[in-house]
């Protein structure tokens, strides 16, 4: 029997695969003080979502963990190095909310466009602001993907059937899988804003990536598509801190960029007067991405699944810091 935190909560029914699997279940946020002092130190694994942050540090400070599951895609709160090198295993759950975030990202463009944050502001504040709501349609207009894995896939395929033209940048994607999905594969970032109006990000944060979405790269895109002023959006649904949320500002108040919307922030939670929130043409959502009763639920059980692989001493097939595991 295995003595498991799990600190971001995590679905009923995960919670019962682990208990049937003859685990003991700790369902308990964990302070970062507490962390540090070595309280996983009692456990044998810790399941977390975003929330937690496991830093080298809190590694370092810890012994006896096994395995370090997070129930989601993104692990960047999670030191793969520090935690290999401790022997500990960190497994994921990259296809339980793929759906869910698909839809959302359809959704934050179709909102966009369609002005309905805002035209919901001035319902509220009794103004009836129906000529000054014309909106864009989708249809004919190209869409580019920062990233083409599972998610941007699906983007591309709800996008493909409004009408839309699939192009992407993903310098790790075999040409041939863009082809089959009818994607134009740029070999540069900056070609994909020069031909895009509508920028949706799905890479995962990275130094690489960090700020990818600046200033520089919002200015070429060109705002007009098959004769229509359409002018330019950008959605990120991925994570916070790829798109330079300075700029970002900057280029709503300058026309740069006609709507934005993110649901990732680069400091959560992103509220205290963010300033992107005082922008008319901006609205955001909490990082809800995979906030669906149904992806809670699959996120759960693939997590479990995985983290019970791993105490059985088997390699989970979701093992994401294998290259700095001790042998």
Known sequence: MARIAVTDGMAPEA?????????EVVLKFIEKDDLL?????????????SATKLTAEIIAATEGLTVIGRAGVGVDNIDLKAAGEAGIQVVNAPR???????????????????????????????????????????????????GFGRIAQGVAA???????????????????????????????VDTLFETCTHISVHCNLSDETHHLVNAKRMALMPGKANGIKCGNHIVNC????????????????????????????????????????LHPNFHGTPHIGAATL????????????AVMTTLDGNVAETLVNKEFLKN
């Open 158 to 188: 709800v996008a493909k059937a409004m009408g839309m033209q699939i192009h992407t940048y993903d310098p790790y994607l075999p040409p041939k899988i863009a082809r089959q999905q009818g994607a134009f594969l740029h070999k540069k």
């Open 294 to 305: 149904e992806a809670q639920q699959r996120v759960g059980t693939d997590i479990a699944a």
């Open 238 to 277: 991925a994570r916070g801190g790829i798109v330079d949320e300075e700029d970002l500002l900057d280029a709503l108040e300058k026309g740069t960029i006609t709507s934005a919307a993110l649901d990732v922030f680069e400091i959560e939670p992103a509220t205290n007067g963010h300033p992107l929130m």
């Open 96 to 146: 339980a909310s793929t759906q869910s975030v698909i839809e959302l990202t359809i959704g934050h463009f179709v909102a966009s466009l369609r002005h309905i944050p805002k035209s919901d502001r001035g319902l509220r504040r009794s103004k009836w602001e129906k000529k000054q709501m014309i909106g864009t349609e989708l249809s004919g207009k190209p869409l580019g993907l920062i």
């Open 15 to 23: 919670v019962e695969i682990l208990e049937k699997g003859g685990h």
């Open 37 to 49: 002092a070595g309280a996983l130190s009692d456990f044998d694994a810790i399941i977390v979502r």
